[in-house]
C-alpha cells in the first residue's frame, strides 16, 4: 500500500504542474481516494482506485487487492446540468493490474464543455473475471469557458441532483 500512495502522490504532482500551465482552466484541481477498510466500516475492496479529476483529464492508478491479476476497461461519461450526455461517452486505457500491486498511471484527456454544470462519470469494468469495479464521480462548472473542478455539495446545491435551467 505504500507504492499505492506514492503513486498517488506522484500523480498529483504531476497534474498540478500540468493545470498551472493551462490559461483557459482554474487551477484548483479535486482528489477522490476510494476509502480505506477501516473508513467504510466494511471489508477491503478488492479494486482500489486513486483518481484525480482536473478540468482538462482524469488522472489515476488503481491498486489489486485480489490474488488475480485483472485488466480494467475504463470509460467517461460526462452529463451536463439538462441530463444529456454533454458529449458522447469517451473510452479510456485498458489497465493492467497484476495481484496485489498498483498499476502504472494512466489518464484520460477530456474535451472542453459547453457552459454549465457536469457530473463527469469515470467507469470500470474488468475485462475478464468476476465483477470487480471502482468507478468514481467527479463534478465540474464551466463558466465563459473556463472549467473549475468543485465538490459535490457545490454541484448539488446548484443542480437540486436534477436538471436545471440555464441562467439568462
Not at 439538462?82 to 502504472?104: N, Q, T
Not at 454544470?117 to 467507469?123: A, D, R, S, T
Not at 464521480?137 to 465538490?151: A, K
Amino acid at each position: 500500500m505504500h507504492d499505492f500512495a506514492a503513486l498517488l502522490a506522484l500523480l498529483l504532482a504531476a497534474s498540478l504542474s500540468a493545470c498551472a500551465a493551462k490559461q483557459s482552466v482554474a487551477p484548483a484541481p479535486a482528489m477522490s481516494v476510494a476509502p480505506e477498510p477501516g473508513m467504510s466500516g466494511g471489508e477491503q475492496r478488492a479494486l482500489e482506485a486513486a483518481v484525480e479529476f482536473t478540468p482538462t483529464a482524469i488522472h489515476g492508478a488503481f491498486h489489486n487487492n485480489t490474488e488475480s491479476d485483472l485488466e480494467i476497461r475504463t470509460s467517461v461519461r460526462i452529463v451536463g446540468d439538462d441530463w444529456k450526455d454533454a458529449v458522447p461517452p469517451i473510452a479510456g486505457p485498458i489497465v493492467p493490474v497484476r495481484a496485489g500491486a498498483s498499476s502504472s498511471p494512466w489518464s484520460i484527456a477530456l474535451p472542453p464543455l459547453r457552459d454549465g454544470y457536469h457530473e463527469i462519470m469515470l467507469q470500470t469494468v474488468p475485462t475478464h473475471g468476476g465483477p470487480v469495479e471502482a468507478d468514481v464521480n467527479g463534478y465540474f462548472r464551466v463558466e465563459r469557458g473556463v472549467t473549475t473542478v468543485i465538490d459535490f455539495g457545490e454541484w448539488y446545491n446548484a443542480t437540486g441532483g436534477s436538471p436545471i435551467a440555464p441562467s439568462p
